[in-house]
């Protein structure tokens, strides 16, 4: 059969310390899915036990597959077991039940129990037990827990454990405070902004023009350096494709269904007017004024984004419609120019809206969009010829059929490339991911397979040669070999051009002096400088203030001084909501803490039994 992969979606709960959310409940819905735990006698057979209780198979199942489930979401394709346990996701998953049963032996030992009212009350309010009616069903009760080979007594049992378990872990984790030392240090650290000064380098600003290469240095670099002109291991494919693109033209257009498909999308053919809009929005009114008033007496707008703590890449709207401006439509379409409007009140707080390009309202004809309309259903219909017509492929190639047959009998183009796994930006049919796995993990050998691609086409490739790695020959590679020696020469040169530069500044000159100097007034930690490299703002918060340094990265030299160390106020709104999220934060990691040790310490007292043969007997259920 063709290779194909299917993304796996996943409803994802947070837990809130919500222990019953992790447990029973939440692993029944996802066992809906089909995953099959009937071998496991009804959850009797144990993987292993802490103390008195029991971890049977069929919660570990449940456990797992869910962990699955998620890992196969999060990464767009089904994720089989083997290749999770890279990950340790069984190791995490039977950790977790570990301490879950921990937990239980010891509310069990301490006599923790809830009563029938609680139990019965969260089974009728679970949605996976509703009828049609949206009311709890006995029999959709009923049948769902057979799909899970559980009976109503085993099921119930276990949610009471759960809540059980819930009581003795809300009052361990429960109650923590986050000290307020610790609170503001991290908001110091967080909220801290600096200021400073950045002179960059290029050619023009050595004292001494860059010399030229001789040609006995040129293939001394190339020795020295034969790592970098190697061509990587490739190999010589063989493939036979049939794309949508190869067949599109000939497939038939019904006149009728593009005008509907026209009018079906019209919004994207008829566009009102738009604006590009950025929006800074301030905590109060008086703020707001304020920041307009200095935007008036000239201060850039870039300084008070700056002054907010952000970067316009934070407070970017993109290109809005009026009716996408709410309150603020009136001001910011009045402008006929770009400029900045406001303060105006927002369901966000008081704010400056800058407007920066007018984009003329936009109409396409049916006349003008009916060759692209066309083209995209016989995309779509050629997509569905294909789909048929891979079973017959799948025939041929199970038959014994060679590329060149596949090519003949099913009118597929038949070509051979170098296909480089390393290549930086593929093209043709390598540029299609499924191809390049394909061809990633072919061997000689290897007997043909179809390949689906991702727009709807079928591939099939053989190897026919790998081919090592192999140093390009000199006089191939003489501009390259050029061109590295002189970005080399040329960083070397320019570091010792800053080190001059930053003596002489130590000494007294001025910065200005030799060159244009960009001052950049406050800056976060995670905040952004175009051009320049991550490296320059990690320098900057590692220096003192009227510190010099030198910051070098591929392409870039720079001379950084520290204008200024902008203490965060403690004191302001943005700086208690951020507060009051650290502190949040922290009371979560040492809650979790507390918990995490409190069931390692049950777990060493009542003693820990694994049964790797049944452990390895679920395993064998997912392959």
């Known amino acids: 059969m063709a290779k194909d992969s299917e993304d796996t979606p996943r409803k994802k709960k947070g837990t809130g310390g919500q222990i019953v959310v992790y447990g029973l409940l939440g692993l029944l819905v996802i066992g809906l899915s089909g995953f099959g735990v009937t071998s496991f006698s009804g959850g009797a057979t144990a993987i292993g036990s802490v103390g008195e209780r029991d971890i049977t198979a ?7 597959q869910s962990e ?15 290749q999770a346990q890279t990950f340790g996701i069984d190791r995490q998953v039977l950790q977790t039940l570990v301490a879950q049963a921990a937990l239980d032996n010891e509310a069990a030992r301490a006599g923790l129990s809830v009563g029938d009212e609680a139990v019965a009350g969260l089974i009728t309010e679970t949605p996976a037990f509703s009828g049609t009616a949206g009311q709890f069903d006995r029999d ?19 949610l009471r454990a759960d809540l059980a378990r819930q009581l003795l872990t809300g009052a361990v984790a429960g109650g923590f405070v986050a000290p307020a030392s610790a609170v503001e240090a991290f908001h110091a650290w967080i909220a801290e902004r600096r200021g400073f000064s950045v002179l960059r380098l290029t050619e023009a600003d050595l004292t001494t023009p860059l010399a030229t290469a001789t040609e006995d240095a040129l293939r001394s670099y ?3 350096n034969i790592g970098r002109f190697t061509a990587p291991e490739a190999k010589r494919i063989t493939y036979a494709a049939l794309l949508p693109a190869d067949i599109a033209e000939a497939q038939p257009v019904d006149e009728e269904t593009l005008r509907r498909l026209y009018q079906d999308r019209i919004a994207e053919f ?9 929006r800074l929005v301030y905590p109060t009114a008086e703020a707001a004024a304020a920041a307009r008033a200095a935007l008036d007496a000239g201060t850039p707008f870039e300084s008070l984004v700056a002054e907010r703590g952000l970067a316009l890449e934070d407070i970017d709207l993109g290109d809005v419609a009026r009716e996408d401006l709410g309150a603020a439509a009136e001001a910011v379409f009045a402008l006929t120019e770009p400029g900045v409007a406001g303060p105006v009140d927002t369901e966000f707080g008081p704010a400056l809206f800058r407007m920066n390009a007018i984009l003329a309202a936009q109409e396409t004809t049916f006349d003008e969009a009916r060759a692209d309309l066309a083209l995209e259903i016989q995309m779509d219909a050629a997509r569905r010829a294909i789909t048929d017509r891979v079973e017959a492929i799948d025939d041929l190639l199970a038959g014994g059929a060679t590329l060149e047959d596949l090519a003949r009998e099913e009118n597929m183009t038949i070509d051979t490339i170098t296909f480089v796994p390393s290549a930086p930006a593929p093209e043709g049919i390598a540029a299609y991911p499924a191809f390049r796995d394909a061809a990633a993990a072919a061997a000689e050998g290897d007997f043909a397979e179809a390949v689906l691609l991702d727009d709807g086409g079928v591939v099939s490739l053989r ?3 790998v081919i090592p790695p192999t140093p390009i020959p000199f006089e191939e590679a003489r ?3 050029e061109a590295a020696w002189r970005a080399d020469a040329l960083a070397v040169a320019l570091a010792a051009r800053a080190a001059e530069i930053r003596t002489a500044v130590e000494g007294g000159a001025a910065l200005g002096s030799f060159g244009i100097v960009d001052r950049t007034a406050a800056i976060a930690r995670e905040g952004f400088i175009e051009d320049a490299p991550p490296s320059l703002i990690e320098t900057v918060f590692d220096m003192a203030t ?3 340094r030198v910051v070098e990265a591929p392409g870039y030299t720079a001379l950084v001084r520290l204008d200024e160390v902008i203490a965060a106020d403690p004191a302001s709104e943005d700086a208690l909501a951020l507060k009051d999220a650290l502190g949040a934060q922290l009371r979560q990691a040492i809650s979790s803490d507390a918990l995490t040790l409190f069931s390692n310490a049950l777990t060493n007292e009542a003693g820990i039994t694994l049964d790797q043969t049944a452990i390895n007997a679920v395993h064998a259920q997912f392959n």
């Open 546 to 548: 009227g510190e010099l």
């Open 479 to 481: 501009a390259d070999v």
């Open 140 to 158: 959709t009760y009923r049948f769902v827990l057979e799909r899970q080979n559980l009976t109503e007594s085993e099921f119930e049992a276990d």
């Open 463 to 465: 190897l026919d040669e």
């Open 222 to 224: 190339y020795e020295e």
């Open 68 to 82: 699955l489930s998620a890992l196969s979401a999060q990464v767009g394709q089904n994720v089989p077991l083997s």
């Open 58 to 64: 069929a919660r570990y199942a449940r456990a797992l």
């Open 270 to 278: 008829v566009q009102p007017e738009k604006r590009l809009v950025e």
